[in-house]
């Protein structure tokens, strides 16, 4: 279905380049998936799903760690491909796929515990039946994937759908398209012996994700804008082809009076520039205490003096991936100056072609593009707070609620669960990413759904509930016209006291 090689004379309505957005370089020229080439992988997935959901916990397990394999012993080509085509420093890389990896394994080694039949009791009026629920593969799933964390984040719904014992096909971003190949092969690769179809890719732009919407699928995962997500969630509807969406955030950082300034300040520098800024997880809004605002914002600006992007090893941080979104960033800076915000840091003068500098405003309004938007840039805001109380508030008045972190030494989990979002970090900075066991997603405008942990393999699942009589009771015909009244009788006297004696 895919061409994963150049082909430099294809007509532009049918390839699609993959450029270096630090140099504008080709890398590589990729066919594009029209409808009829999506609905021919998602027939191939189809056609794989039998074999591939009929495997044990067990088989599907050792498929996927040979996956993980492949993956380490092609790591630094792997890596390599990711800073190529993304951008990122190949150090990040490496910790993208070092993450990727620790999901792999935990999917494939807690599916068969998550997702083996259970025994439910049938409770006393069915006494007489034994009760199982049993999680059954979905079929086919739909990833269309970001290109922000290109390895990790679809891998968070790739590596649970497969280990709930559904096939995949995977649209990647055309902005990391060499990436998301090259993980699908490396599952070929490593699996050589399993049916073509059970993890397959398209390519394209937007059109070729739309027709994988309605190509069929048995449920799409998607992770990107709000606004994206919303349109696949109204396309989805025609079919009631069920969706995941994990979409854009406006994620908030709490430093209270008591907290740890200088651990505060370093989280919170890294947080909002690391991946030059483009994590929906990462950190884009500060709500300090008045006490210890001084201090904070002199912290932050210190180790940020020093933090430059570039795309040699000696870079922090690389270029903005998708070049649309330098001008949202450069919007984000304008607004913040015209809506009172002071730059105690960069500028609009930060923003240097496809290298965007740290950028850090103290005190902007609330009301302000820059504070209630997505920027997805390596910019912060800083605001001053009268306490935890106006924090919280303050945190919460968004129309996202994806994720969070709060520093605190002795209120920190007290002031976590005030906070609307779908993840907290407690002194630190996206922890909840790293542990595997946790679910991943958000509220409001950050989606639907979960990936990762328990809730991410049954999302990948549909609970079948079996009820099965072991034996009749004589005279308890009660789903029957053979029912006699002094069945009813005897429930009537029953009832009370099961369920009449609570005051």
């Keep these: ?26 890398i590589a020229t990729y066919t594009i998936d029209d409808e009829d080439a999506v609905r021919a992988a998602v027939a191939k997935a189809r056609g794989a799903a039998a074999t591939w959901g009929a495997l044990s916990y067990d088989d599907r397990r050792k498929h996927l760690l040979r996956w993980s394999s492949r993956l380490v012993a092609d790591a630094d080509e792997f890596t390599k491909l990711i800073h190529k085509e993304n951008g990122k420093p190949v150090d990040d890389a490496f910790l993208e796929l070092m993450l990727a990896l620790e999901h792999i394994a935990w999917a494939a080694k807690n599916a068969k515990k998550i997702l083996s039949p259970k025994k439910i009791s049938p409770g006393a009026m069915m006494a007489n039946f034994t009760a199982r629920l049993e999680q059954r593969p979905l079929g086919v799933v739909g990833v269309i994937g970001p290109w922000n964390y290109p390895v990790y984040t679809p891998n968070g719904s790739i590596a649970y759908a497969l280990a709930a014992g559904n096939t995949v096909v995977f649209k990647p971003s055309e902005y990391s398209t060499g990436i998301g190949n090259f993980l699908a092969a490396a599952f070929k690769k490593a699996n050589p012996e399993l049916p073509e179809g059970v993890f397959e890719t398209i390519n394209g732009y937007g059109a070729t994700g739309a027709a994988l919407v309605r190509s069929g699928v048995d449920k799409i995962a998607f992770t990107g804008s709000t606004a994206t997500g919303k349109r696949i969630m109204a396309d989805a509807a025609a079919t009631l082809t069920p969706v995941l969406l994990e979409c854009g955030g406006k994620d908030a ?62 870079a922090s941080y690389g270029p903005m ?89 002795n209120h ?45 393999l049954r999302e990948f699942s549909r609970p079948h509930s079996i009820a099965v009589q072991k034996f009749t009771i004589p005279g308890m015909a009660l789903m029957s016209y053979a029912r006699t009244d002094s069945t009813m009788g005897l429930l009537r006297k029953m009832v009370p006291f099961l369920h009449g004696r609570h005051k």
């Design 253 to 314: 950082v709490i430093v209270a009076a008591d907290a740890d300034i200088k651990a505060a300040a370093d989280a919170v520098a890294w947080g909002a520039t690391a991946n030059s800024g483009q994590t929906c997880a990462g950190v884009e809004r500060v709500y300090v205490d008045r006490s210890v605002r001084d201090e904070f914002v002199a912290e932050v600006k210190r180790i940020l003096k020093d933090v430059k992007p570039g795309s040699d090893g000696k």
């Design 1 to 26: 279905m895919t061409t994963t090689e150049t082909n430099p004379a294809a007509a532009p309505d049918t390839a699609l380049k993959a450029v270096d957005p630090a140099t504008g370089e080709v």
């Design 321 to 409: 991936t998708m070049p649309s979104q330098i001008d949202i960033v450069r919007r984000h800076i304008d607004a913040a100056i015209a809506s009172g915000g002071t730059a105690v840091l960069g500028g609009p003068e930060s923003v240097k072609g496809p290298f965007i500098e740290p950028v850090v405003f103290v005190d902007v309004d609330e009301s302000s593009e820059a504070v209630a938007e997505e920027t997805f840039g390596p910019t912060l805001t800083i605001r001053t707070v009268n306490g935890v109380d106006e924090a919280v508030e303050l945190a919460n008045n968004s129309k996202y609620g994806l994720s969070s972190a709060v520093y605190s030494k």
């Design 412 to 456: 920190g989990l007290e002031i976590a669960r005030r906070l609307r979002v779908g993840a907290t970090s407690v002194n630190s900075v996206l922890a909840f990413a790293a542990i595997a066991g946790l679910p991943f997603g958000g509220v409001g405008d950050s989606g639907i759904g979960r990936i990762h942990g328990e809730p991410g």
